[in-house]
Each structure stands twice: as C-alpha cells, then as structure tokens.
C-alpha cells in the first residue's frame, strides 16, 4: 500500500479526549493502559507493535468489544451477565493531544485508500493500512467511527499509550450502573 506522505499529514489531526472507554479483560485491571500485538483492526500485518483501542461512550466499546457481529440476522438478542463478569471497564483521558491520521468523515477517500479500512469486517487492508501510518514515527494512531454504532474510536500505537494517556478509572464490568442502559442502546437484553 502506497499513500503521500504529504496526504496523510493533511489527514493528521491534533485529538485530546477526556472518559473514553477500553473494555479489557479483568485479570489485566492492574496496567489498564497496557496492550499487546495481536490480530486485530489495525494492529499491522507482523504484529511488531500493539494498538491500544477506546471508544467515546460504553456502548460503543461493549459494541466493539463483546457484541460484535453476534446478533447479525437473530432475534434473539440476548446477553447474559456472566459474559461480563471477567472484564473491566477503563475511563482513560489525554494528558497530551495525540497526533491521529482521521479516517471520519471521508478520510479514507481523502487519501485514497479503500474504505474497508474504516468499516470492514475483514481486517487485511486496514492493517496494512496502518503498517504504513505506523512507520512515520509523529503518529500516534488512528481516529475512524465505530463501524457498528458510528461514534468516535481510537486506535493507538504502544509508543504513545504512556506519554499521551492516564487512567481516570477502572471498575469491574458488571458493577457498573451503566452496563445496563448501553446495552439497551444496542437493543439487547442483558439477562441475569
């Protein structure tokens, strides 16, 4: 994938944030802004850097998060708690304003590249999409909608998690009065 390095500065924001939300699993509750290379969005295609992933509200990090896709074509939209019990939702603020390549609002027809690296379900061409935002050393991530509920996400390079972000909480999933109203946002049923 070849984008102009000149393209992808003009698509290069100033971003600060305050309450966005990472859901991560519970045993990891003691380093919340902690993250590791894996298969995900737009965690590159060798996996030689993690990406630290928050969405602005708690339905959209439950939607990117534990929905998913699940209900594609089901009536039955349930959710049971115990899906919950082993995770933990963490408030996290900048400290400093991130330098994000913006892929809202026709980004990626402002750079040229296909726009399956914004919405996709299929990760191929946004991780090798963001092997290539990752090499320039002045980004800090990437700032593109929730395919699933059209908010505000980030999607941050390891090297800025530490420099850029603080934690302003971490609870326990299932203690928080909120789980119950983001979940209706989605239109499913939380059991038990």
Known sequence: MVVDGSLLTSQ???FEFSNY?????SVYQATPL?????NSRFGGTDKSFAV????RDLATALAETVVRDRFEGLED????????????AVQIDTIKPLRLVDLRKGGCLKLGVS???????????????SDLVHKDANIDGILYASRLTSQNCVAIFDRATTTHLTVSSVAPL?????????VKK???????
């Open 186 to 192: 989605l239109n499913v049923q939380l059991i038990g």
């Open 77 to 88: 939209r349930r959710l049971f708690a115990a899906e919950l019990s082993d995770r933990a």
């Open 174 to 182: 299932f203690q928080l009065e909120r789980v119950s109203n983001a």
């Open 52 to 55: 630290l992933y928050a969405a």
């Open 115 to 129: 726009t399956d690296i914004a919405g996709a379900k299929c990760f191929d061409e946004a991780q090798s999409f």
């Open 12 to 14: 290069t924001v100033l």
């Open 34 to 38: 902690g993250c590791a290379a894996g």
């Open 21 to 25: 939300v990472r859901i991560i699993p």
